[in-house]
């Protein structure tokens, strides 16, 4: 039986690729009794009924899947934030990196405007950046008509499924345009605050670009922590993690117990300050959620 990847969900239908096809899918009636939902990313089966159309008949397991927007298999995220109009926010940033990371898909830091600050604005906010680039993130800098992005970015988005996010006005659009300007995007349209807003794009699709496949969507719209315990949060601070393989008790959640590495490590400096900050404040919020049922 043929295999393809969805590439684009739309009204009902799945445009599976296979190789150099393109064919229109319904997904099997027994998938709604069975709880399966095909999502762009999907490897599936098919059956060919007549000419390009067909029938979902198998989805393959995932390594990751989104809700909003509806897509699987994502390798990484690029999370676009500006230096300026809108100011850098690190609060905002780490929520970021820990949703993205609760979902295992790696995250990559976009930042932009870079050509907008001065040099003593820029000596504020450097040691935040060294500081992400030490945790091990990737970062890329960028700007409004920066003629080397698209040779930056091509290897970084090669061979991966990849997603965009972050916050209205950072120049999400832009840097779609400088990359696929087939997209045309209108700059500026985005609303997302935070991903409650709306945007003019209706579906999800996957779009192929510097050879990999780029998701044209307006990224994630949730960035709360509903699918994240609190066992779990420290998980998705990478240098957290890595500390916390020495801590005594299992299930350490790092605020007062004895013997926590993790508290030991912002003692010598290991881990910094704002960090830690972060994590308690994420932590208070997922302890004062309401339960779920």
Known sequence: MPTGQIRKALSGFYYVQDGEKFIQCRGRGVFRNRGVNPLVGDFVDYEVESGSDGTITVVHERKN??????????????????LTEPDFNPLLLDRFLVVVESFNVEP???LTKTD???????SKIQPYLDDYRAI????????????????????ILKGKISVLAGQ???????????????????????SEA????????RHVELVEVCEGLLADTP????????????????????????????CKFRGCLHISEPKCAVLAALETGEIK??????????LDEINERKPRY
């Open 194 to 201: 935070l991903g409650r807003g709306k945007h003019t794009t």
């Open 116 to 122: 907008l600050l001065t040099e003593e604005e820029m």
């Open 219 to 246: 990224g994630f719209s949730s960035f709360d922590f509903d699918e994240i315990d609190k066992e779990q949060l420290s998980d998705c601070f990478p240098e957290f993690r890595k500390a916390s393989e020495s």
């Open 65 to 82: 899947a989104l809700v909003r927007p509806p897509i699987a298999n994502i390798d990484q995220a690029l999370l676009v934030f500006s």
């Open 168 to 190: 209205s006005g950072v120049g999400k659009s832009t840097l779609l345009n400088t990359v696929l300007p087939s997209l045309n995007l209108k700059t500026g349209i985005i």
């Open 136 to 155: 091990g993130y990737e970062m890329l800098e960028t700007y409004k008509d920066d003629t080397d992005l698209v040779d930056n970015i091509a290897p």
């Open 273 to 282: 300050d704002y960090r830690y900050k972060h994590y308690v404040k994420f």
């Open 108 to 110: 990559i830091i976009c």
